[in-house]
């Protein structure tokens, strides 16, 4: 069924099993003096373990001051190689092939996450659009140090086993900081022209394969246009991937972007998949070497195609691989409906990363608890009530079955999902869709019964002698104070609207302009109706991860919704919505449709029901407080675990 993706490639003597690869991510999983963690080690493991034929670990620092982040790997001495030697070794008895990336983040760093006395450094001082300095350039005997630093981190990468190194030339870290006239401004020979902006990473090549010999791979990741003025193109990066080839580079991975256009770099489900394989086609017909792509590709099929296309020889899928550690294990064994594929939110990774906290998936809790291990088999089986069956109560089902306990769901609607199944509605977001079949398919495989159309109560809890009881009975949305507010037959809620129940008018007002306010305005735009967004912060979409919030806006821009912050509703007429702008003008929006987003509040009816009968449960994700689905597939697959 897969022509291309499970054929094996040789290169300096490494034969790379299959075309799976997990890019470099960063984890925030190490130590903050750059060793390595088992909680690091055993994250990559699994990948191992799940097929993956060629995997490059996040950003191995070459000096103290280049952490983008407080935690992420080092090998800028020798006493970080022992810790960091165990990773190679768990790896390669799986039969994959490792390569250590290594980079310095120049500017694209904070004074927070580098050391105390340190301070950041680049090809010019000009300071990147996050962060909190202006960087101090690197003089030219300090750029020839550098280099030396480079070539040192790798040797140390050899010692630790590794198969190679992916110098990371992309994404607007150091390196890119020479390549690149946006940010390069030197009047030295590692400025001005073209030769003298690759410079740079052309001796960090020839430095490396001095140290390391012809039998170590050296991949380097390059951004093939960073959209933003004055910024590389794809002819400029065509340039650079001939030059660095001739430099002696043994393969080239294909990215784009930097830090301003970061919403490329981490593309959400607002951007199609493999949108930049044309990109890699384009620097595969100009070189020799074997070529990486990148963008959003979460599918074995679309991996596959990619490949048969010609655009590339290795297809990277970092974020899928987050999602689910075993894709390439269960395409082999034709396991399609196993796969559980990621859906671009970019909340737990993204999201979660930009904080300088550990990432998570949405999708995945396990991720980042590989070291756990696997949910060990119940001592007693004990039979359990789930009430819900939105991601939170199927984690439970999930984790609880797996453990072997006999578990039945309670589903007061049709269908599984929840308000999450709403949330696969707006556009962009159906992909969502896969992820509630994956847990559907999963409690079916497992023997989890699912009693659709069957609310869960205290009687039917007693009656079924159930040993443990579950509480995922998620919430609904409010209704604010607002005058007029009541028995209006224009007011509806996101909710109601998303699922059908509801045919929207000409005019519509949407009140709230947080994510979910502003994907419904998004669906209405689509629809052709004329929208407008009134929110009482100075921004909309707050609470959605930073490439979706910049896409989402983008969206509505392009689609003409109307957008009011900062503003305070005052009442809901007959005609529209009267609103108080911050300078304290009075406004009317008409609307013949006004729809209500301004969040969410827990169902409480059963744990109410419950206490009073003296059942003791536990309450997970939004039953116990209305939040963001992480907090939901994490509590559930928690409290289903730890029965």
Known sequence: MFYHVFSPITIKGHTIKNRFTVPAMVTNFCNEDGTATERYIAYHEAKARGGWGLIITEDYNVSPEGHGFSCTAGLWNDGQIESHSKLPERVHKYGATILAQIYHCGRQTASDRIPEGCYTRSSSAIPCPFGDQIPVPLTTEEVREMVKKYGDTALRAKKCGFDGVEIHGAHGYLITQFFSPYSNKRLDEYGGNFWNRTRFAREIIQDVREKCGDDFIIDMRISADEFVEGGLTIEDSKAIAIMMENAGLDMIHVSVANYLSVDYNIASSFLPHGWFTDWAKQIKDVVSIPVVTVS???????????????KADFVAMGRASLCDPDMPRKAKESRFE??????????????????????????NPQLGHEYEGEIPAAEKPLRVAIAGAGPAGLYAAIAAARAGHKVTVFEKNDHNGGNFYTAAIPPTKGEITDFLVWQRVQCEKLGVEIRYNEPASARL???????????????????????????????????????????????????????????????????????????????????????VNWNLKASLEKRKVSVHTSVRVLEIKENGVLYETADGTQCLAPADTIVIATGYRSNEDLKKELDEAGIPYTAVG??????????????????????
């Open 622 to 643: 939004d039953a116990v407080k209305a939040r963001k689905v992480t907090q939901a597939t994490h509590e559930g697959y928690e409290a289903g675990k730890n029965l």
């Open 461 to 547: 809890i007693k009656e079924g002698s159930f040993d443990k009881v579950i509480v995922a009975t998620g919430s609904h949305p409010s209704m604010p104070p607002i005058p007029g507010i009541k028995d209006n037959p224009n007011i509806t809620n996101a909710q109601d609207l998303l699922e059908g129940r509801i045919m929207p008018g000409t005019n519509c007002v949407v009140i709230g302009g947080g994510q979910v306010g502003a994907e419904t305005a998004h669906f209405l735009a689509q629809l052709l109706r004329n929208v407008t967004i009134l929110e009482m912060l100075p921004e909309i979409a707050k609470d959605a991860a930073l490439a």
């Open 296 to 310: 959003r590709i979460n599918d074995p099929f679309l991996a596959d195609e990619i490949l048969a296309s010609g």
């Open 338 to 363: 196993d796969i559980r594929r990621c859906i671009g939110c970019n909340d737990g990774c993204e999201g979660v990363l930009f904080t300088n906290n550990p990432i998570t998936c949405v999708l």
